[in-house]
C-alpha cells in the first residue's frame, strides 16, 4: 500500500501518518519525489480500512499496491531510480558499461585490461575474485587478493568496481574493496544472501536467475530493499531455454516489461546470455535499443587463455568498436555515455 501525501503536507503529518502506520506493524518506506513525499507501507493489511489513513491531515490518497512486489514497483515510486557508485551513476538517461574479464587472473592482467576498458569509455571494472563454478575442479577464483587487485586497478583508472558475493560470509571482505556487490544468476533465490544485503548501503548488482520469471526477479529486488537497501540494479543475463545453439537465451523483452513494472535500472549482459564472442556485439546493441540502463560484457587481453569463459570474452579491439556504435545507438534511443 502506498500513502501519497499532498504536495503542501507539513513534516509534522507526515510523521503521523508514520506513527499511525508504525503502529499498527507496517514496514513504513519513506520516497521524497519534487512534488510529494510517497510512504510505502508493507505488512498485513487484513482488517485495516483505508479510509482510516485516508482521513488523516494532508493525506492526498492511499493507492493499493497489486503486484507481489511493493517497494520496487512503478505504484511506490513513479520516477526512475538512479543509483550512484562513488561518481557513476546508472539509471535515467546516462548509459553505464561495466567491463572485464570473468574472473581476476593477476594483479598485472587485471591492471592491464582496465586502463584499455577506461580508455574506450568504461566506468566498472567487472571481475570475479569468488567464482560459481559449475565444476568443483575449475578455477574458484583468488578471493580476497582478486578483490585488492580489482580495486586497486578501478582506482587507478578512475572506475569503481563490481565483484561477485557468493555468501553471506564474503559480505565485510567485498564492503572493504569494492562498489557493487554482484548476485550471480545461481544465487539469485538465495533469500539469506538477499536479506543480510538488504542491511548493507552499497549498490547491489542482481542478476537474473536461470529459470526464473521476471516477477521472482522483482521479489528477489524486493527482499533487498526490504532491509532498506534501495539501490538494486537489476541485470537480464539470459535465460535457460530448449536452444542449445547459445549458452542461454537473452531475453530482451523483459528489459521494457520491467521498465513498466518497476524503477530499477536495468542492464544486460550479452557475454553470459550468448556464450560466443560473435554473438555479443550484436545482442549488446540490441540490448541499448531495447531501453537497457547499460551493459555488462566481459572483456579479456588474451581470450584463449582465459581462466574462465573465455569463448564469450571480446578481444579489447572488438570493444572498443562496440563503444563506438554503441554511442550511435544511444543518440538514437536519448541516452548519452
Ligand atoms: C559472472 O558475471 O561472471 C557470472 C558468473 O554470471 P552469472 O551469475 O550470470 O552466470
Ligand atoms: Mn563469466
Redesign the pocket.
Known amino acids: 500500500m502506498v500513502v501519497v501525501m499532498h504536495e503542501t503536507a507539513s513534516e509534522e503529518n507526515i510523521q503521523n501518518v508514520i506513527a499511525k502506520l508504525t503502529k499498527i506493524n507496517f514496514d513504513v518506506h519513506r520516497s521524497t519525489g519534487v512534488n510529494q513525499t510517497v510512504l510505502g507501507a508493507v505488512g498485513d493489511k487484513r482488517g485495516l480500512d483505508p479510509r482510516e489513513l485516508e482521513v488523516l491531515p494532508d493525506v492526498y490518497k492511499v493507492v493499493q499496491i497489486t503486484e507481489p512486489f511493493k517497494l520496487a514497483s512503478r505504484t511506490f515510486q513513479p520516477r526512475d531510480t538512479i543509483v550512484k557508485a562513488g561518481p557513476v551513476t546508472i539509471g535515467g538517461d546516462k548509459l553505464v558499461m561495466m567491463a572485464g574479464p570473468?574472473s581476476v587472473e593477476g594483479r598485472d592482467e587485471i591492471r592491464e585490461i582496465a586502463e584499455v576498458l577506461a580508455n574506450a569509455g568504461a566506468s566498472v571494472l567487472r571481475g570475479?575474485a569468488f567464482?560459481?563454478r559449475s565444476s568443483p575442479y575449475s578455477f574458484q577464483g583468488l578471493g580476497e587478493e582478486g578483490l585488492r587487485y580489482l580495486s586497486d586497478a578501478a582506482r587507478e583508472n578512475n572506475m569503481v568496481s563490481v565483484s561477485?558475493v557468493m555468501e553471506s560470509s564474503q559480505i565485510p571482505l567485498l564492503l572493504e574493496h569494492i562498489d557493487i556487490l554482484?548476485v550471480?544468476?545461481?544465487n539469485m533465490q538465495n533469500f539469506s544472501l538477499l536479506r543480510d544485503l538488504g542491511k548493507i548501503r552499497k549498490p547491489v548488482l542482481l542478476?537474473r536467475g536461470l529459470s526464473a520469471t521476471i516477477e521472482e526477479l522483482l521479489m528477489a529486488a524486493e527482499y533487498i530493499m526490504a532491509g532498506g537497501n534501495y539501490d538494486v540494479i537489476l541485470c537480464e543475463?539470459g535465460i535457460r531455454t530448449f536452444e542449445k545453439y547459445t549458452r542461454n537465451t537473452l531475453d530482451l523483452s523483459a528489459v521494457p516489461v520491467v521498465k513498466k513494472l518497476s524503477h530499477l535500472p536495468i542492464v544486460a549482459?550479452p557475454s553470459?546470455a550468448t556464450g560466443r564472442r560473435d554473438k555479443v556485439t550484436p545482442m549488446a546493441r540490441a540490448a541499448i535499443a531495447a531501453g537497457t540502463d547499460g551493459l555488462?560484457v566481459e572483456v579479456h587481453q588474451n581470450p584463449e587463455e582465459a581462466m574462465s569463459?573465455g569463448a564469450q570474452s571480446l578481444y579489447p579491439e572488438q570493444f572498443q568498436r562496440l563503444m563506438q556504435e554503441l554511442d550511435i545507438i544511444a543518440r538514437a534511443v536519448g541516452k548519452t555515455w
Open positions: 570473468c570475479g567464482k560459481p561477485e554482484q550471480g544468476a545461481r542478476k543475463r549482459d553470459h555488462l569463459d
